[in-house]
């Protein structure tokens, strides 16, 4: 009645106020009076450890104790290179005493192929790289393999992109011209520039101010104007377009029909006679005065490898939806623009902190926190990712459409190539560009494939593990201990030990109770999950 909120427990919230065009924010955080806490002493790695820190000490929140190594190792081979480390790996970095050694893993592990891979796959998801009506294979796999050598070289973020915008020529020629040839509406095109790149949704203000942004009518079609002179010819092969500036065209507002100015979304009206607007808008998004393209890619990064972004979800950045840590995210995009925007340089920074290496198992301070990273949360692997663990585990070997034998699901380079598994484990299809695509929740389908479908009972067979080591002598608690390594990297409980023995000890032939220990293992939560 009195127009009064109250807090009735500990925590944090945001306030918003809008008045015609105008939005503002405030964040607050509230604590009952007279509550008591005392800050504990806390080792940091690096700066991610003091800004998360800060944010949990005004927060009275106690983080979580580090994870141990062989959860550690487990959790670094699935985020940075997506495979589960081998069994002479995991042995390696248990039996390594140096103190430094989860940071030497990082640097190893950034080294290798598989991480290209990641993130290639992960690039190609937000650029829609697939066949489609516009599109046919030639001129994909050209756009993939452009993507695929600049990660591989660690080309700088920045550089990439504009060369990705600004793109001209020939589909074939210059494969980065497709990225206009997969989206070839003027409007929809701004919309996933700005989404992918800025993590701006500007699709309300397409019609109407939009109602929890700063967004206006006039912004959204002023953005798209950038793209209004795209040009497209068939080149001399009829399966290649040839992408140009027309030099004409303008974005006319719905409402009395003016011709909008190209104008950077809460920026300036550049000058762009004479010139081509893609490459002024280009050389603007990617660089230090667009205060949300470093912020952006970083909150990408940091939702990899946390389940979450610092502003969730990564592609909805808004005024009604702050960041978790603002200081955390600034300063993340601060250290990617010192960087030149290295790739990789970023993800070390988050890898090697304290924050990322938490357990999951909570304290009484942080069990309610599910934002404020204070302790690890479980994730579900990623349907490419979770394929290629079961292969690898059961020895053996996947064929997509496109890639020889023995492929991985992470190196699949067309969206509309998926197989019953990685569509009903959530893979992106990669028909718009919303991280709501790659689909991370479980659910029962997921569940009763893996109980009866036949991928896991195919490939037990077929890879013939059990019966092999057998063959070789392998005693059965030799066998038990791989196969828990295999799969859930750890070798099992003297309870779990002793309860497997205690059923093989009556059998004749362990080879049955064996596969069975195999399939539950590869059908549990543990493998399932990344912890």
């Avoid at 015609?20 to 504990?40: C, D, M, R, W």
């Avoid at 009275?60 to 994870?67: D, K, V, W």
């Avoid at 490419?384 to 034998?405: H, M, N, R, S, Y």
């Avoid at 750890?490 to 309860?499: C, F, I, V």
């Amino acid at each position: 009645q009195q127009g009064l909120v109250t807090a009735g427990k500990r925590g944090e919230a945001f306030l918003m106020a809008r008045f015609e065009t105008h939005t503002v924010g405030s964040h607050f955080i509230t604590l009952p009076k007279g509550f008591q806490y005392n800050a504990p002493q806390l080792p940091e790695n690096n700066y991610v450890d003091h800004l998360v820190n800060e944010k949990l000490k005004r927060l009275r929140i106690n983080p979580s104790e580090l994870c141990t190594d062989e959860e550690f190792v487990r959790r670094a081979y699935l985020d940075i290179v997506g495979v589960l480390p081998s069994v002479e790996e995991y042995t390696k970095f248990m039996s390594n005493a140096d103190p430094k050694k989860r940071d030497a893993l990082v640097d190893e592990l950034l080294g290798r192929k598989e991480f290209v891979e990641m993130w290639v796959m992960k690039w190609a998801e937000l650029l829609q790289i697939r066949t489609n009506n516009q599109i046919t294979t030639k001129p994909m796999l050209r756009y993939y393999e452009w993507l695929q050598e600049r990660v591989a070289k660690n080309y700088p973020m920045d550089k990439m992109v504009q060369e990705l915008l600004s793109a001209k020529g020939g589909t074939f020629a210059n494969a980065a011209t497709n990225y206009y040839q997969i989206e070839r509406d003027t409007l929809k095109t701004s919309e996933n520039v700005a989404q992918v790149f800025m993590g701006m949704r500007t699709q309300c203000a397409q019609c109407h101010n939009h109602p929890f942004d700063r967004w206006t009518m006039d912004d959204y079609y002023s953005f798209a104007a950038f793209f209004a002179q795209i040009g497209r010819k068939q080149g001399e092969d009829p399966r290649e377009i040839i992408i140009f500036n027309a030099g004409g065209g303008e974005v006319a507002h719905p409402i009395g029909g003016r011709q909008m100015k190209p104008k950077f979304l809460g920026g300036a009206v550049p000058d762009v006679a004479g010139k081509d607007r893609r490459e002024v808008m280009a050389t603007w998004l990617a660089s230090k005065e667009n205060p949300y393209f470093a912020k952006n890619l970083a909150n990408i990064v940091w939702s990899h490898f946390f389940g979450q972004g610092i502003i969730d979800q990564v592609d909805d950045v808004r005024v009604s939806n702050p960041p978790s840590n603002a200081e955390l995210i600034d300063e993340l995009g601060k250290k990617f623009t010192e960087y030149n925007y290295d790739f990789k340089k970023l993800v070390r920074d988050i890898c090697t902190s304290r924050i990322y290496q938490l357990s999951t198992k909570t304290n009484e301070t942080n069990a309610l926190d599910d934002r404020n990273f204070s302790h690890a949360t479980l994730r579900r692997i990623r349907s490419e990712v979770l394929l290629d663990c079961i292969t690898l585990a059961t020895q053996t070997k996947d064929k997509f459409g496109g890639l020889p034998l023995g492929s991985r699901a992470v190196q699949i380079a067309d969206g509309n190539t998926s197989t019953y598994f990685l569509t009903t484990f959530g893979r992106a299809t990669r028909d718009s560009v919303c991280s709501c695509e790659v689909k991370m929740e479980p659910n029962l389908s997921q569940a009763l494939h893996l109980l009866n479908g036949d991928t896991i009972n195919s490939k037990l067979q077929q890879g013939g593990l059990i019966d092999l080591r057998l063959k070789e002598g392998k005693t059965p608690p030799q066998i038990i201990e791989e196969m828990y390594l295999r799969t859930l990297t750890r070798k099992p409980t003297e309870k779990e030990l002793a309860a497997l023995n205690g059923v093989l000890v009556n059998e004749k032939d362990p080879k049955p109770v064996l596969e069975d220990v195999f399939w539950s293992l590869l059908n549990s939560r543990e493998f399932v999950f990344n912890h």
